[in-house]
Nanobody, 123 residues
Framework: QVQLVESGGGLVQAGGSLRLSCAAS????????MAWFRQAPGKEREFVAA????????NYAAAVKGRFTISRDNAKNSGYLQMNSLKPEDTAVYYC????????????????WGQGTQVTVSS
């Protein structure tokens, strides 16, 4: 198993930036693809971005493409989500997740989840 802990959320004004981190422990982090999902109040959890286990392939939701960047450092057992040009509609709890299934955006394929970190973007 792998345990995931997110950090870096907070309150930011529209147009600002935040960098989320995901610290992994347990099994070898590089065994897993990882992704970020988010869930706003009253809405379903949605895919944000994913990165392959080697870090050489990424995928983004249309809503964040060009503004968010996913990355990872397997030597540090960590993943990241750099969020720029934030909008009020980006307000949500953000979760990192890990999977052995390659190149998937389906949350049902992700067996391991962090507890989430709140991101609030004010207008």
């Amino acid at each position: 198993q792998v345990q995931l802990v997110e950090s870096g959320g907070g309150l930011v004004q529209a147009g600002g930036s935040l960098r989320l981190s995901c610290a992994a422990s347990g099994r070898t982090f590089s065994d897993y693809d990882m992704a970020w999902f988010r869930q706003a109040p009253g809405k379903e959890r949605e895919f944000v971005a994913a990165i392959s286990w080697r870090g050489d392939d990424t995928n983004y939701a249309a809503a964040v493409k060009g503004r968010f960047t996913i990355s990872r450092d397997n030597a540090k057992n960590s993943g990241y989500l750099q969020m720029n040009s934030l909008k009020p509609e980006d307000t949500a709890v953000y979760y990192c997740a890990a999977t052995i299934v390659e190149e998937t955006t389906d949350p049902a394929h992700y067996a391991y989840w962090g507890q989430g970190t709140q991101v609030t973007v004010s207008s």
